[in-house]
């Protein structure tokens, strides 16, 4: 039997590629989002929380394709990393100022936040 050159290699590396432009998408949209939010003054918590959108949608689209291809394991592998990214975010760039990164138990950011 012949073995076929660079299957897996080419099905990593697109999957790669894949992963790279849905965490921009991710970022670019979280971020937006954010500025919005924000009245367009850039802060700790705008790239952190653009960071993280960025690290769970493509966490999230990776997972959602190897469970569809029913490969658990890299579905999985897909989560913990993102979820690492999402954890590394926030303690990287966690602010000075408790009072901004107040939330209240829906995950909204509270008024004294604002």
């Known amino acids: 039997m012949k073995r076929?050159?660079?299957?897996?290699r080419k099905?990593?590396?697109?999957?790669?590629e894949q992963a790279s432009t849905v965490f921009?998408?991710?970022?670019l949209v979280a971020g937006l989002l954010i500025?919005?939010?924000n009245r367009f003054q850039p802060d700790r918590r705008m790239l952190?929380?653009?960071l993280q959108g960025g690290a769970a949608l493509a966490a999230g689209t990776v997972a959602a394709?190897?469970?569809?291809?029913?490969?658990?394991a890299r579905a999985l592998a897909a989560v913990a990393v993102g979820a690492a990214g999402v954890v590394a975010a926030e303690m990287l760039l966690k602010s000075?100022?408790?009072i901004t990164d107040m939330e209240n138990d829906r995950g909204q950011e509270t008024e004294a936040g604002l």
Do not use: M, W
Request: aromatic residues 10%; proline residues 3%.
């Open 4 to 8: 076929r050159k660079g299957g897996k």
């Open 11 to 16: 099905a990593g590396r697109a999957v790669t």
């Open 24 to 27: 921009i998408r991710g970022f």
């Open 35 to 37: 500025a919005i939010q």
């Open 48 to 50: 952190r929380q653009s």
């Open 65 to 72: 394709e190897a469970f569809a291809r029913r490969d658990y």
């Open 96 to 98: 000075d100022n408790p």
